[in-house]
């Protein structure tokens, strides 16, 4: 523990400077960052120096861990502590402490100051805090700290770091280019739950490797073997994802939650580019229906879909479950257009027959489980289990030829902790005309809704900021006939319904006789007539 | 007798160059062991192996009783390291690092801190990367001398230093030599001589020999004999002679096994010299004989002749 402390004290005070910069830049994003928020916000040049803080704050991490680790450098033989009595666990430990000391311990503080600022009670958020923090140490302090361990200088660090970089930048290209141009991927969560832990793993195993062998190559190959462990899971996590669809949403035996029609498709044309090459572009398919049947109290909401083509010659084709739109359907009657998207060597295959398509959707039952209706207020006010909303007051002193005054809300903002909030439904009603004196919006108002957040929330998600925006865009903000503003009035009820999941399951439908629409290809665009 | 250091056939290679070749060496305690060669004999590999700095490809050493691939941490209380090319913490005093190392070691001693900090002249207040070469190797010495560790490693620790500079180090070398090991390599074979007991020799990752100074002087003799007249040499000449050669009635040659029979076994061979002359080498002048000698693949003939081969 004594030689702990005693590097530990000798790199604080070596690197006082670096220490300082990092603090002050903290400091500063700390102050800076609550301008952003809708409640507060003051002028869009807090917005750019946030934006660039949001940056520096990473970028002081990364020259502090640097010059820290690199202090005593793991990589050559001429380094003074080598033939020192440095145990490389008390070496470790040091590290870690100082690590610990200036850059976790002000980001948690600084995270705690800004929950404060946002109207949040920081210690109801501890299991978020520690998520934060530690995606924070998996994504950008641990891959720093284990590039300086495998590095002999700081330079040499900066250009792998620069290469790595370009090395993303090219691997996404190429992604791009490669990508089937209208494929949507469901969520992949195991993705994210398998590969973060196998990077920690590998990015902490380099640098234990290091401290306690100093055998640079061995972990260099740990370190390089990474993005091909990252591949493996991520194609192992997209294939069990599938797999367990059949498990996660159940085929539904009797009692479907919604109904649905399956409706004539209307007469269109549509053209959109792709990228990549012609003979692995995918077409788009939709399909024109209607929803009813959701039950009062709850709400229900499409999060995949599939499809089984049969030919009329027995000839078959199912696609992966992919992305279903995201539809949200609350009680009573709504159309929608779910689609799937198909390769275009399945289409010429499919193209000239009759097809029955089985579409089969993965549906989540959402039930109603809290209802708080809150007062529009002029300043900031709290929806509770939601997080902190403030009236938003137009976007400069003139908007469509007319002088806005401050005093007239067009809409509202809102802020949660550390990650979007639960799904919830917000509505309120808006008006036309100037707002009465006395409190309420006048009668009856045009409904005004909005669905924010998500089903299946983390506890946190991936920032520097705790403070996490969660945009409320109201429906009906603007006349159909474009003339005028419409308003929310102080005192207006606004509701926010939050739901939470209670069922998945699978409905089908089967569409009989459907013929594939008609398909051009020039260059990079597409057009498909239906 | 106890060993301070001990290798086993112990062998690095860096690709195909073989940079340290199946060395066995043995360090009595005590002794203030020179470790010479050219430059790119293998000297510093052969020390950053014995520091666990490098591991070898095969074989082993033994440094203080422990296995050197073992050495780390507290291990090193025991042992000083000094090296030309070491890295010191550049961002400190020499002051703040002397302070920083004194709590790494428990056999820290203070008031000899404070004598060779005297007796290096070192100014305390300035930062290492402002000082001098000479400067930082004192700083070094100093760092690596106050706990009194019961071995010092030094790899070419004089090397491009003032004259000045170099005494005042073996100066203060020499003090702690009565209690402690002393292991250099250096490839100025001068400035070793004068207080070196025991001397190993590397050529091309090969050593060539390792004996106590007083033996190697002793047993090389500059040996210039004039013969009444001129003869051609003999093609079995004894395998110690090094660099034969004459000139009209003269026959040169260095004996490196020399010893007292010596004289009267070169009367018996050259009857009718006219005149034997046997003289002391330096140690330079040895190391250049056996240079020139391994250049002309007489390699084995400088090791210490064994009894069989003074008897042929």
Same mark, same amino acid.
């Given at each position: 523990?004594?030689?702990i402390?005693?590097i530990?004290?000798?790199?604080a ?6 220490i300082?910069l990092?603090?002050a830049?903290t400091?500063?994003f700390?102050c ?15 917005l750019d120096?946030? +934006?660039?803080?949001v940056?520096l704050v ?7 861990t *640097?010059?820290?680790i ?21 070496l470790?430990?040091?590290k ?7 850059i ?10 800004l929950?404060s600022?946002?109207?949040? *009670? ?7 805090l520690?998520?934060d923090?530690?995606m924070?140490a ?5 891959p720093l700290?284990a590039?300086? *361990? ?8 900066t250009?792998?770091l620069l ?13 791009m280019?490669s ?5 949507d991927p ?10 973060? $832990?196998?990077?920690?793993l590998?990015f902490s195993a ?8 100093r ?7 740990v370190?390089i ?6 591949w ?14 059949n498990?996660?949403y159940p085929?539904?035996k ?9 409706l004539?498709n209307l ?5 959109t580019?792709?990228q +990549?090459?012609?003979?692995e572009v ?6 024109? %229906? ?22 009329p ?9 992919q ?7 609350l009680? +009573?009657?709504?159309?929608?257009? $779910?689609g799937?998207a198909?390769?275009?060597?399945v289409?010429?295959?499919?193209k000239? %027959? ?15 489980v809290?209802?708080n ?8 006010f709290?929806a509770?289990e939601?997080?902190?909303c ?10 469509g ?7 007239h ?5 809102c802020?949660a902790a550390l990650?979007?909030p639960?799904?919830?439904?917000v ?15 006048p009668d009856?108002?045009v ?10 929330r983390?506890?946190a998600?991936?920032?520097i ?5 969660a ?27 939050q ?8 409905i089908t ?5 459907y013929?594939l629409?008609?398909?051009?290809i020039e260059g990079n665009r597409?057009?498909i007539?239906? | ?20 070749d199946?060395?066995?060496?043995a ?7 020179a470790l010479v060669?050219a ?5 510093t590999?052969l020390?950053?192996?014995? &520091? ?15 296995d050197?691939?073992?050495?780390t941490?507290?291990a ?15 961002g400190?005093?020499?002051g703040g &690092? ?10 820290w001693d ?7 900090v ?8 300035r930062?290492l990367?402002?000082?001098?070469r000479? &400067?930082k ?5 100093a760092?690596?001398?106050?706990y ?6 030094l ?7 003032d004259?000045?500079v170099?005494?005042?180090l073996? #100066?203060?070398?020499? #003090?702690?030599?009565?209690?402690t ?8 074979l001068?400035?070793?001589?004068s ?5 190993g020799?590397l050529?091309?990752g090969?050593l060539?020999?390792?004996e106590? &100074? ?12 004039t013969?009444s ?5 003999h ?11 004459t ?5 040169h ?16 061979r ?7 002359a046997?003289?002391p ?7 250049l004989?056996i240079a020139k ?8 003939r400088?090791?210490?002749p064994s009894s ?5």
């Amino acid at each position: 523990m004594k030689q702990i402390l005693h590097i530990f004290l000798k790199d604080a005070r070596h690197f006082w400077g670096e220490i300082f910069l990092s603090l002050a830049i903290t400091a500063a994003f700390v102050c800076v960052t609550p301008h952003r928020w809708p409640a507060n916000f003051v002028a869009h040049g807090y917005l750019d120096l946030a +934006g660039i803080l949001v940056v520096l704050v990473p970028v002081s991490w990364w020259i502090l861990t *640097a010059r820290v680790i690199l202090a005593e450098r793991l990589v050559g033989d001429t380094q003074f502590w080598i033939t020192r009595p440095y145990v490389w666990s008390n070496l470790f430990m040091a590290k870690l402490l100082f690590l610990a000391a200036f850059i976790y311990l002000p980001f948690c503080i600084a995270q705690c100051v800004l929950l404060s600022e946002a109207g949040f *009670a920081p210690q109801s958020y501890l299991p978020g805090l520690l998520y934060d923090q530690m995606m924070v140490a998996g994504i950008i302090v641990l891959p720093l700290a284990a590039i300086d *361990a495998i590095t002999s200088s700081f330079a040499r660090m900066t250009l792998i770091l620069l290469g790595i970089y370009l090395g993303f930048l090219a691997f996404a290209a190429l992604s791009m280019l490669s990508a089937s141009a209208h494929v949507d991927p469901i969520d992949n969560h195991l993705t994210f739950r398998l590969c973060f $832990p196998l990077a920690v793993l590998v990015f902490s195993a380099a640098i234990v490797l290091q401290y306690a062998l100093r055998r640079v190559w061995l972990a260099r190959g740990v370190l390089i073997s990474l993005p091909f462990l990252l591949w493996a899971a991520a194609l192992f996590a997209a294939h069990y994802d599938q797999a367990q669809f059949n498990r996660i949403y159940p085929a539904v035996k009797a009692g479907a939650p919604i109904q649905i029609t399956v409706l004539p498709n209307l007469r269109s044309t549509e053209s959109t580019s792709f990228q +990549g090459s012609p003979s692995e572009v995918t077409i788009p398919l939709s399909f024109s %229906m209607d929803e009813t049947g959701v039950a009062e109290g709850y709400a229900v909401l499409t999060d995949a879909v599939r499809a089984d083509v049969t030919a009329p010659d027995g000839s078959k084709w199912s696609s992966d479950w992919q992305a279903a739109g995201g539809y949200k359907f609350l009680p +009573g009657e709504v159309p929608f257009s $779910p689609g799937f998207a198909m390769p275009i060597a399945v289409y010429n295959k499919f193209k000239s %027959m009759p097809l029955t398509v089985q579409l089969t959707l993965a549906i989540t039952q959402a039930q109603a489980v809290r209802v708080n209706t809150v007062a529009l207020a002029t300043r900031t006010f709290s929806a509770p289990e939601f997080g902190n909303c403030a009236p938003e007051t137009g976007w400069g002193p003139e908007f469509g030829g007319r002088v806005l005054e401050l005093s007239h809300i067009t809409g509202i903002s809102c802020v949660a902790a550390l990650s979007e909030p639960q799904l919830t439904f917000v509505s309120t009603h808006w008006t036309n005309g100037p707002c009465p004196a006395s409190a309420g919006a006048p009668d009856p108002g045009v409904l005004g809704t909005a669905w924010v957040g998500s089903i299946d929330r983390e506890p946190a998600q991936f920032g520097i900021s705790p403070v996490v925006d969660a945009a409320v865009n109201l429906s009906n903000r603007y006349p159909s006939n474009q003339t005028g503003l419409r308003y929310l009035c102080p005192g207006t009820p606004i509701v926010f319904t939050q739901y939470k999941p209670a069922h998945r399951m699978q409905i089908t439908t089967n569409i009989e006789g459907y013929h594939l629409p008609q398909v051009s290809i020039e260059g990079n665009r597409i057009t498909i007539s239906q | 007798m106890n060993l301070t250091i001990r290798t086993e056939n112990l062998t690095k290679r860096f690709g195909r160059t073989v940079a340290v070749d199946s060395i066995s060496l043995a360090v009595p305690e005590g002794s203030i062991y020179a470790l010479v060669g050219a430059n790119g004999a293998g000297k510093t590999t052969l020390i950053k192996l014995l &520091m666990n700095i490098l591991r070898p490809n095969t074989g082993q050493a033994q440094v203080l009783g422990i296995d050197s691939a073992k050495l780390t941490g507290h291990a090193f209380n025991r042992i000083g390291y000094v090296s030309e090319n070491q890295e010191l913490p550049s961002g400190m005093t020499v002051g703040g &690092m002397l302070d920083y190392f004194r709590a790494f070691y428990p056999s820290w001693d203070h008031a000899l801190e404070q004598q060779l900090v005297r007796q290096f002249d070192l100014p305390l207040k300035r930062k290492l990367k402002h000082l001098s070469r000479g &400067m930082k190797m004192k700083a070094s010495f100093a760092s690596s001398l106050a706990y009194r560790p019961s071995l010092i490693i030094l790899d070419e620790p004089f090397s491009g230093l003032d004259p000045l500079v170099r005494d005042e180090l073996i #100066e203060g070398l020499i #003090e702690r030599a009565p209690e402690t090991t002393i292991f250099l390599s250096s490839h100025d074979l001068a400035e070793i001589e004068s207080f070196s007991s025991h001397v190993g020799y590397l050529q091309q990752g090969r050593l060539l020999f390792s004996e106590e &100074m007083t033996t190697l002087a002793n047993r090389f003799r500059d040996v210039t004999i004039t013969l009444s007249n001129p003869a051609p040499l003999h093609a079995n000449l004894p395998a110690s002679w090094l660099e034969p050669q004459t000139v009209d009635c003269v026959l040169h040659f260095v004996d490196s096994g020399f010893n007292d029979d010596s004289p009267r076994e070169l009367a018996g061979r050259f009857p009718s010299a006219r005149d034997i002359a046997c003289e002391p080498m330096t140690l330079r002048q040895i190391f250049l004989s056996i240079a020139k000698a391994a250049r002309g693949s007489q390699i084995s003939r400088v090791n210490k002749p064994s009894s069989q081969e003074k008897e042929a």
